[in-house]
Structure formats: structure tokens, C-alpha cells
């Protein structure tokens, strides 16, 4: 699984998608954070990055109110979700990171 996940790394890069939820609620308290490694140059990117934070804005939204034990499914949502989005509009397949942060 190492060498899959560093072959992915070396070839596709990495996405990092940070969501700042409310621990009560589940809404999002700040507009999603895109961090990419090896992936694009953010700054050649910004449409593809804007459209990203878009789909990180409606799918998250399904998921609020719900419990927090639930946030592996939003997760491997989140994951599912980009990774078909970013295939679709890079034809590339970068690792995909979500990070759910409580406040």
C-alpha cells in the first residue's frame, strides 16, 4: 500500500481539502481551503480550484446535522466525489485528503 499511495504521490500529486464545521451543527463556518501538492499550480488553476471548492461546498452540505461519528462518511465522500470531479477535469487522479476541522 506504501509504494501505491508514493506512486500516486510521484505521478499525480496530492489534494488537501479543509472544512471548518461547526461540532453542533455540521454547517461549515469558513469557505473550504484547497491545498495542492504536485498536482496543478494554484495559480494557473484558479477556475479548476473555485470549481473544486463549489463541489466541497454541495456535498458538504448533505451532510449537515448529521452526527459526528459520521464524519468518516463525509470523508470518503468528499474523496469519491473530487476524485471523479478532478479525473473528469484533469484526466489525473491525485491523492485526496480531506481534513474536517471542529469548531
Known sequence: MVLKDRKTLSQD???VAVLTLDSETGRMLAAPEI???G????RDSEELIAETKALLVKETRKFE????SDYANIKSNI?????SFLKSKTKRTPMIMP???EI
Not at 498536482?39 to 494554484?42: A, I, K, L
Open 35 to 37: 491545498i495542492s501538492r
Open 99 to 101: 481534513i474536517i476541522i
Open 39 to 42: 498536482f496543478v499550480y494554484m
Open 79 to 83: 474523496r469519491a466525489s473530487l476524485k
Open 13 to 15: 500529486g496530492l489534494v
Open 65 to 68: 446535522g448529521t452526527d459526528r
